[in-house]
């Protein structure tokens, strides 16, 4: 169902959120926009600054290391699922990594979603889910290794 042009329909969009290109392209196929319309409109957005995958890579995985979503392999697959480029995903990630410290987002993570927990006194059972939340989180395993040991200490 198409209200008004693809412009207008690419100007709503950015209203509420930053996308990626191939966001904006997917919905805009979505909502019955021919191909040309959309491009050319996706074009217009970038011209006017309006539409950037770097500007949107970098406020999305800023956002995803705050909150906790992910990191890492994560964090690079759901850019990539947003149709973020490889090249770009990398100089986010590798910008981040100044700011963001594994440990740091691990022990917040660990503070936040399990607080209270104490490796020393948990079951074998509590560190494998742990674990495994951790994990799909993209934490790297030898993190988690050293941060629960560091714990326990």
């Known amino acids: 169902m198409q ?5 207008d329909c690419c100007l709503r969009l950015l209203t509420l959120r930053d996308h ?3 966001e904006l392209r997917k919905k805009l196929s979505g909502k019955g926009y021919e191909e040309g319309e ?3 409109a996706v074009a217009r957005m970038k011209e006017l600054g309006y539409l950037d995958d770097l500007r949107f890579a970098r406020a999305f995985a800023s956002s995803a290391l705050r909150n906790g979503k992910g990191v890492g392999p994560r964090l690079k697959l759901e850019l990539a699922k947003r149709g973020v480029a490889g090249p770009i995903v990398s100089q986010v990630l590798e910008e981040l990594s100044g ?4 440990r740091e987002l691990l022990v917040q993570t660990i503070a936040r979603r399990y607080p209270g927990f104490d490796p020393a006194t948990a079951s074998d059972k509590e560190k494998r889910r742990i674990i495994g939340y951790l994990q799909r989180k993209g934490f790297s395993l030898s993190a988690i290794f050293r941060e629960l040991r560091a714990q326990e200490d």
């Not at 209200?3 to 412009?7: C, F």
């Not at 700011?99 to 594994?102: F, I, L, N, P, V």
């Open 3 to 7: 209200r008004g042009t693809a412009l």
């Open 20 to 22: 990626s290109e191939a």
């Open 99 to 102: 700011e963001y410290s594994e």
């Open 38 to 40: 959309s491009e050319a």
